[in-house]
């Protein structure tokens, strides 16, 4: 059980829209729709942003969706505000009930 | 609203057993999975293992033999052991409420700060 591929940083300035991936395998990523997006602030609880590949919980803006195409998932966040500056990990279901994170994304807004 | 607070020793010797503790507030443990995630220092997060309210567990592959999560419905209270530390297991500990299978992490504690020294 590998972590998931994610990019080290991205950056970007106000108002414009970042992509980040996930990169798994088959036994992860690519073999179930249980992909989530966590947003995790430095010193605070990571909070989770995206669930079901797609799916926003209650209280996450629209800006942040998420899509999955064969072993990558991909979380992208429109309208960069300077709040969305923080880490980013997206996980997965693994198959026999484990699950496993990705390697982080630090997203800076410029 | 539930909250969650994680509690235990800073400062763990090596090769003895890391355990920690998990008060939920506000809400059950019934009806729920409860996740531990670390993260080591200048790395990424790690789930470690859940243990569902009626006290079935699973773990991460690489941690299976050392670990064991139990769960307190009286007390409202999910524990973490790990056992035989090492400087490797230094991490911020987080317990987190799953909801379900499919491994969503809904609610987090603020983390607690092992460090694995002598």
């Known amino acids: 059980q590998s972590a998931l591929t994610q990019p080290r940083s991205v950056s970007g300035s106000p108002g414009q829209s970042v992509t980040l991936s996930c990169t798994g395998s088959?036994?992860?990523?690519?073999?179930?729709?249980?992909v989530s997006w966590y947003q995790h602030h430095p010193g605070k609880a990571p909070k989770l942003m995206i669930y079901?590949?797609?799916k926003r919980p209650s209280g996450v803006p629209d800006r942040f969706s998420g899509s999955k195409s064969d072993n990558t998932a991909s979380l992208r966040i429109s309208g960069l505000q300077a709040e969305d500056e923080a880490d980013y990990y997206c996980?997965?279901?693994?198959?026999?009930?484990?699950?496993?994170f990705g390697t982080g994304t630090t997203v800076t807004v410029l | 609203q539930v909250q969650l607070q994680e509690s235990g020793p800073g400062l763990v010797q090596p090769s003895e057993t890391l355990s920690l503790a998990c008060n939920v507030s506000?809400?059950?443990?019934?009806?729920?999975?409860w996740s531990w995630v670390r993260q080591p220092p200048g790395k990424g997060l790690e789930w470690i293992g859940y243990?569902?309210?009626?006290?079935?567990?699973s773990y991460n592959p690489s941690l299976r033999t050392r670990v064991t999560i139990s769960a307190d419905t009286s007390k409202s209270q999910v524990s973490l052991k790990l056992s035989s530390v090492t400087a490797a297991d230094t991490a911020v500990y987080y317990c987190?409420?799953?909801?379900?299978?499919?491994?969503?992490?809904?609610?987090w504690g603020k983390g607690t700060t092992v460090t694995v020294s002598s």
């Open positions: 996980s997965s279901y693994a198959g026999s009930y484990t699950y496993v």
């Open positions: 079901d590949v797609n």
């Open positions: 506000g809400g059950s443990i019934s009806n729920y999975y």
């Open positions: 088959s036994y992860d990523v690519g073999g179930y729709k249980y």
């Open positions: 243990v569902y309210y009626t006290g079935s567990t």
């Open positions: 987190a409420r799953q909801l379900g299978f499919k491994g969503y992490m809904d609610v």
